[in-house]
């Protein structure tokens, strides 16, 4: 094959990146090329093309229309990411001729080397993200850099766990500088993270925060030159048990951000258990008032319509709420429930929000208390819950 072309679509260029940054780092002389326009791809050659696909299961819809057509064409076609790593014999039905289950950088580029008779290949191991690139500098292709992978809970609507393990791997501070630096010679000046947990870097257990590794990078990146810093924030938020007043002491002193993402999910403690958060609404709160005392605006992410959710649990969120934001100044960050494969929570419906939600939601819009794309959200979620499930 002389050339790859990697499907983009909006959820997974960062994914796309990393698999190029990989290519890199092992050699291989192969021309990248990033595509979002499908019908461009049909102009190229199939002898001498392969097509990849990393997509997440709201993808689905366009990948299962897409493929045959690439097959018919005679492309060859592969596929990794979420979706195809929660469902691979279900992926490669679609006309997949491999699956990478898992992380891509080394089973893909061992594929790409010395091929593979397996139609379904698994990653046996973790990627070591000192070994590997955060970013494509040869091609010119720049990301948020990754700091952490793995995420030590099991949140009931999540494939993180599922797709990167639940044992925390960060890399190095001396190799994230080195290529912070590469990156400030092509003028990337700003300095955005990718982990489970931001507070989280540097934590043997992903959760308690270690002050004087996150304490370390920021002042590295200041010194050789970067511009800006946000951590904490897009695309990455925290973990209520990790905003500590040592942290955020630390954070203040060289981030641009002054909001800070905090995962809530709900203002039941009902829904806390039964979607298996880890943490109740008295380490939530005492995480604002943290923010709040520290001079941060508090971004608190929910999960609307949970199909189980009671009157009750409605109401609680919605009391809880209206409390953080009068009292602390929070922005609620919504979202609607996805049932996601690979997730413990696929299978018991979409994310369905009633008359009180919307009414609820429009008063926090028309207050500047709302952010997120719930809506877009509920209509994603009941077409995913139908598409898997057969639902009318």
């Not at 002193?253 to 905090?262: A, C, S, T």
């Not at 979409?350 to 709302?370: A, F, I, Q, T, V």
Request: net charge positive; charged share 25%; glycine share 8%.
């Amino acid at each position: 094959m002389k050339k790859i072309i990697f499907r983009l679509f909006k959820s997974n260029r960062y994914s796309i990146v990393a698999l190029i940054a990989a290519i890199e780092k092992e050699n291989i002389n192969i021309e990248t090329i990033l595509e979002k326009n499908f019908k461009k791809i049909l102009d190229y050659n199939p002898e001498d093309t392969l097509i990849v696909y990393s997509f997440m299961s709201f993808d689905i819809f366009d990948v299962e229309k897409e493929v045959p057509i690439l097959k018919e064409k005679g492309f060859k076609v592969i596929a990794g990411g979420p979706h195809p790593s929660a469902m691979p014999e279900e992926t490669l039905k679609i006309g997949f001729d491999h699956i990478f289950v898992g992380e891509g950088e080394k089973t893909f580029t061992n594929f790409l080397k010395n091929g593979s008779n397996e139609r379904i290949i698994y990653s046996k191991e973790f990627v070591d993200l000192n070994f590997y690139p955060p970013y494509a500098i040869k091609n010119k292709h720049f990301m948020p850099i990754e700091i952490t992978r793995g995420c030590p809970f099991v949140c009931g609507y999540c494939q993180t766990p599922n797709l990167f393990g639940r044992i925390v791997r960060h890399r190095d501070v001396d190799i994230i500088i080195e290529y912070a630096k590469e990156g400030i010679k092509h003028n990337r000046k700003i300095a955005r993270f990718i982990t489970p947990n931001s507070f989280g870097y540097g934590s043997k257990n992903g959760v308690i925060p270690n002050v004087e590794k996150i304490e370390e990078l920021l002042f590295n990146l200041k010194k050789i030159g970067m511009e800006e810093i946000y951590l904490g924030s897009f695309p990455s938020d925290v973990r209520p048990e990790s905003v500590t007043p040592e942290v955020l002491k630390v954070i203040k002193k060289y981030v641009n951000n002054k909001m800070v993402i905090i995962g809530a999910q709900s203002g039941s403690e009902n829904i806390l258990n039964k979607i298996k958060r880890g943490h109740n609404l008295e380490i939530v709160e005492h995480s604002l008032a943290l923010l709040h005392e520290h001079g941060f605006i508090p971004y608190v992410d929910f999960i609307f319509g949970f199909p189980f959710e009671t009157e009750e649990d409605i109401k609680k969120t919605f009391d809880f709420m209206d409390k953080i934001t009068e009292k602390y100044n929070a922005v609620i960050h919504s979202h609607t429930f996805m049932p996601l494969p690979g997730t413990p929570l696929f299978n018991v419906g979409p994310g369905k929000l009633n008359k009180k939600y919307y009414k609820k939601l429009g008063d926090l819009s028309r207050n500047e208390k709302l952010a997120g794309y719930w809506h877009k959200q509920e209509q994603l979620s009941i077409k995913l819950y139908n598409h898997f499930f057969g639902g009318e």
